[in-house]
C-alpha cells in the first residue's frame, strides 16, 4: 500500500499524540491531593490498663485529610503504621489483625478485653494530630 504524504502525516501526528498523552500519564503529571500534603511515618505502642495490647490492629482514619493507615500491634505493644501518611487530625480505633486465623476472629482474641469505645472509628474517643516528619505516639486504654 502507497501512502500519501498528507496520510503519512495523519499518521505521524496520531502516533506523536500518542507518545505525549503516555508520557504524560506515566510521568505523573498533575498530582493528587494526598501527593502534594506534608507527609509523615508514625510509630508507637498501644496498651490496656499498663499492659501491652497485642494480636490486634491499630487504625488512623482522618475524614479531614481523606487518608488512612493501620499496623498491627508486635508482642510488645508496639506497631508501625504501614506507609507514610498524609499530616493531619486522625481518629484511633482497635481491630482485628490485618491477617487473622479464624480462631481469632471467633475468639476475638486481644479484642475481647478492649473496651467497646475503642473497636469503633465512630466511637473512639482516642486522636492522634500527625506531623510532617517522624511521629510517635502511644495510647494507653482504659
Same mark, same amino acid.
Given at each position: 500500500?502507497i ?7 495523519? #499518521? +505521524?501526528?496520531l502516533r ?11 510521568? =505523573?503529571? =498533575?498530582?493528587? $491531593? ?5 507527609? @509523615?511515618?508514625?510509630?508507637?505502642s498501644?496498651?490496656?490498663? @499498663?499492659?501491652p *495490647?497485642?494480636d ?5 482514619i482522618?475524614? #479531614?485529610? @481523606?487518608? =488512612?493507615a493501620g499496623?498491627?500491634? $508486635? ?5 508501625? *503504621?504501614?506507609?507514610?501518611?498524609p499530616a @493531619? ?5 482497635i481491630?482485628l ?6 480462631? +481469632?476472629? $471467633?475468639a &476475638?482474641? =486481644? ?6 469505645k475503642? *473497636?469503633? +472509628?465512630?466511637?473512639?474517643d ?15 486504654? &482504659?
Open positions: 500500500m501512502t500519501t504524504p498528507i496520510h503519512y502525516g495523519r #499518521q +505521524q501526528w506523536l499524540g500518542t507518545v505525549v498523552c503516555l508520557t504524560c500519564l506515566l510521568s =505523573g503529571c =498533575g498530582e493528587t $491531593q494526598a501527593e502534594s500534603k506534608p507527609m @509523615g511515618t508514625v510509630t508507637g498501644v496498651s490496656l490498663k @499498663g499492659n *495490647l497485642t490486634c490492629r491499630v487504625n488512623f482522618s475524614e #479531614q485529610v @481523606g487518608a =488512612g499496623g498491627d500491634l $508486635q508482642s510488645d505493644g508496639s506497631f508501625t *503504621l504501614d506507609g507514610p501518611v @493531619g487530625n486522625y481518629s484511633v480505633f481491630s489483625p490485618e491477617n487473622f486465623t479464624p480462631a +481469632q476472629a $471467633q &476475638k482474641s =486481644g479484642l475481647s478485653n478492649v473496651p467497646k475503642y *473497636l469503633s +472509628q465512630s466511637t473512639t482516642l486522636k492522634a494530630d500527625l506531623k510532617e516528619g517522624e511521629n510517635n505516639v502511644s495510647f494507653d486504654l &482504659k
